[in-house]
């Protein structure tokens, strides 16, 4: 993905917008992107988003995700001005404030974010919403958890075999399918081997859903007013998604238990939840633990290399992968743990 100078930056504001820069800084962007903040000869702020180019519409979901956000009032997001699919370039207001660690947050900014997924949910059964495209990977059954697993097991087995033989050195000799085929049938049990697997979730589940949400997608002001950045992936989905990845992101281990129960409660009283959607939640969030091992492995594939080493000018392929796999094991002797003590 090209990167853009300072001159071409002027040149899209004003020939798209009509504004005349005044300066141009290159910040921190995310794994898939590349961010500039944007200072009008006026003083006002704009963020510049390039989106690396892959198969999913990582700017249509999040521009007009935002868009129709804001259409339905929800101001907790930036606004968005201007994009070009083409290029691969959008320009957001520039929002201030901090991205605090994650055991930082205090109960009410957990029930704000609790808040923000009900606010979602309220808005969800409006006619232009029911209409919004499906997330990115979106899982509509319990198979849909079960093939985005699958997929990142596959890419590592082709990336050993094709690209990558010293990912065995790594792994420690620990035979990847089969652990996580009988992790798998633990969670499942006899779901495995009825149509519960493929039945579609109720469509009174499904709501816009931010996928990728916790405290590293957004920024707290001074005031305590939340920002909440990155809808990349945004789009109808199973809500029990974004709950259950709250729980086990890598970003969430730091959270205490008590406050990850809080962001549930407050969740599940917000939409007055059904037993049914409990019952289904229960079971998604012991799927999305397994799920966030394969992330770790699917994170050491070439294409995520690539997009890292664009992203990140400091980028060493070596420790990454090294850490990579270290999280898996992390997380492997968490569940055991866990597990045995259960049992």
Known sequence: MKTLKSQEISQVFEKSLGIKVGSVKDIEGGMNNRLWKVIDQKGKSYLLKKYVRDERDRLGHEYQGIKIMRDYGITSVPEAYWCDKEKLLAVYSFEGGIKKKPEELTSIEIVKMAGFLVKLKKISGGKETRNFPLSVNPCLSLND????????????????????????????????????????????????????????????????????????????????????????YFGMDDPARVLADFKWHEISEKISDDKKKLFRTTYLTGIHATKDFVCHLNLVEKIAEIDWMSIYL?????????????????????????????KFYHRLDKYYDRNRKQN
């Open 145 to 232: 958890y079960l093939k985005n697993i699958n997929s990142r097991l596959e890419g590592l087995n082709r990336n050993i075999v094709i690209n990558n033989p010293r990912l065995l050195k790594y792994l420690r000799g620990v035979e990847i399918r089969p652990l996580f085929n009988q992790m798998i049938k633990k969670c499942l049990g006899s779901k495995t081997d009825s149509g519960k697997l493929y039945k579609k979730i109720s469509t009174s589940f499904l709501q816009l859903c931010p996928i990728d949400f916790g405290p590293h997608n957004m920024l707290i002001s001074k005031n305590g007013k939340i920002c909440f950045l990155d809808f990349e």
């Open 298 to 326: 699917g994170s050491v594939s070439p294409k995520k290399i690539n997009t890292r080493r664009f992203c990140d000018k400091s980028f060493n392929e070596e420790n990454y992968v090294v850490n990579q796999i270290n």
